[in-house]
Nanobody, 127 residues
Framework: QVQLVESGGGSVQAGGSLRLSCAAS????????MGWFRQPPGQEREAVAS????????FYADSVKGRFTISRDNAENTVHLQMDSLIPEDTAMYYC?????????????????????WGQGTQVTVS
């Protein structure tokens, strides 16, 4: 059974940085599509960034392009989200999620409904 555990959330002032990590275990595949999503208070869940762990493709929501960077450490089965130049609008519960590689291949890497395993979430608050 695939399990995802997020870490690295917290509170930071506007302009600051945070680095989120998502550790995956129990994965039946050697490569997969991994995404970060967030849900601001009272709002719908939205995509943040995604990548395919078997290649170099990365995908970003327009709202975070140039500020956030998604990366992977395949040896540790971990995906990171470096968040710089944070703004109050980035305040949300952040979730990592995973699915089969096909989601990344067919251009659906930022579609939440394509993901079938989710972590428990980590809170990010920007003031």
């Amino acid at each position: 059974q695939v399990q995802l555990v997020e870490s690295g959330g917290g509170s930071v002032q506007a302009g600051g940085s945070l680095r989120l990590s998502c550790a995956a275990s129990g994965y039946p595949y050697s490569r997969y599509c991994m995404g970060w999503f967030r849900q601001p208070p009272g709002q719908e869940r939205e995509a943040v960034a995604s990548l395919y762990t078997g290649g170099r493709d990365t995908f970003y929501a327009d709202s975070v392009k140039g500020r956030f960077t998604i990366s992977r450490d395949n040896a540790e089965n971990t995906v990171h989200l470096q968040m710089d130049s944070l703004i109050p609008e980035d305040t949300a519960m952040y979730y990592c999620a995973t699915t089969t590689p096909r989601t990344c291949w067919v251009g659906a890497a930022l579609t939440a409904t394509e993901y079938y395993t989710w972590g428990q979430g980590t809170q990010v608050t920007v003031s």
